[in-house]
C-alpha cells in the first residue's frame, strides 16, 4: 500500500437534485487535502476520493507521501515508523 497526499483538488459539485452551500464545498476540499490516503495502487486514488466524498474528481495533483523524507525535512517531525524509545536504563 502506498500513501498520498492531495496537494489541489477540484471536485464535480454539480448535481441535478440539489446544491452543495459553497461552505461546504470548501470544507471537502480543505478535508481532502489535511488527510493522508492509504490506497494498494496509484490508480485507485482518486476512485477512492470519489467514493469517500461522494462527488467525482475534476482534476487531482497529488504527491506520495514517504515516511523518511517527511520525517527528516520536517513536514512530518514525529513520525511513527521513525520514532524510537531508547533501551537504556539509568
Known amino acids: 500500500m502506498s500513501k498520498y497526499r492531495v496537494n489541489n483538488i ?3 459539485f ?3 437534485d440539489f446544491e452543495l452551500p459553497p461552505e461546504i464545498q ?3 476540499i480543505v478535508d481532502c487535502k489535511q488527510r493522508v490516503w492509504d490506497v494498494e495502487e496509484e490508480d485507485d486514488l482518486v476512485d477512492e ?3 469517500f466524498y461522494g462527488f467525482c474528481v475534476s482534476s487531482i495533483d497529488y504527491e ?4 523518511y523524507v517527511d520525517a527528516v525535512i ?3 517531525p514525529y513520525a511513527p515508523a521513525f520514532k524510537r524509545e531508547s533501551n ?3
Open 10 to 12: 477540484a471536485f464535480d
Open 14 to 16: 454539480t448535481d441535478n
Open 26 to 28: 470548501e470544507q471537502f
Open 49 to 51: 476520493i470519489t467514493e
Open 64 to 67: 506520495e507521501k514517504i515516511p
Open 74 to 76: 520536517g513536514n512530518d
Open 88 to 90: 537504556l536504563s539509568e
